[in-house]
Each structure stands twice: as structure tokens, then as C-alpha cells.
């Protein structure tokens, strides 16, 4: 075999060599990239499943202040009248 083929085959091997080796990187990046999408994909849902969660938590804690603002005035009168009922004895 001549010289001159001799290095076209060893330019050749080398060039496929290059190109599997841009092919197994082109596949790890898909791979990563899924993984990313993957990824965020999660804690897009972690993140809606919070936000329904604090807005749970506001909604419950709105309606305990109601009730107790409505309770304030209550216990007021039943102070007022346990201090009336002691004054009289």
C-alpha cells in the first residue's frame, strides 16, 4: 500500500474517530438536557403545589382572624358582666 493512501486512511480514521467522539458529547448533552427539562419540570410542579398551599394557609388564617374578631367583642361582655355580678356581691 502507498504512502499517500496509507495517510488518507489514517486522516480518514482519525476524522471518525472526531465524529463519534462529537456524537457521544452531542448524545450526553441530550441526555443532560432531558434531565434539566426533567428537573425544572419538578419544581415547576413543587413550586404551584406551594403557591395552592400558602394560599391555603392565608385563606385559613384570614378566617380564624375573623372569628376571633367577632369572639373579641363577646368575651368583652362576659367580662364586663363577670366584674358587674362580683361588684354586686
Do not use: F
Request: net charge negative.
Amino acid at each position: 500500500m502507498s504512502d499517500a493512501i496509507k495517510d488518507a486512511l489514517s486522516r480518514l480514521s482519525a476524522a471518525i474517530d472526531r465524529l463519534d467522539a462529537a456524537s457521544l458529547r452531542h448524545a450526553d448533552g441530550d441526555r443532560a438536557r432531558t434531565t434539566l427539562e426533567t428537573e425544572l419540570s419538578l419544581m415547576r410542579e413543587d413550586r404551584h403545589q406551594l403557591a395552592r398551599l400558602l394560599d391555603e394557609e392565608r385563606a385559613a388564617r384570614m378566617s380564624t382572624e375573623a372569628g376571633l374578631e367577632q369572639l373579641a367583642p363577646r368575651i368583652d361582655n362576659a367580662i364586663a358582666a363577670i366584674r358587674d355580678g362580683l361588684g354586686r356581691v
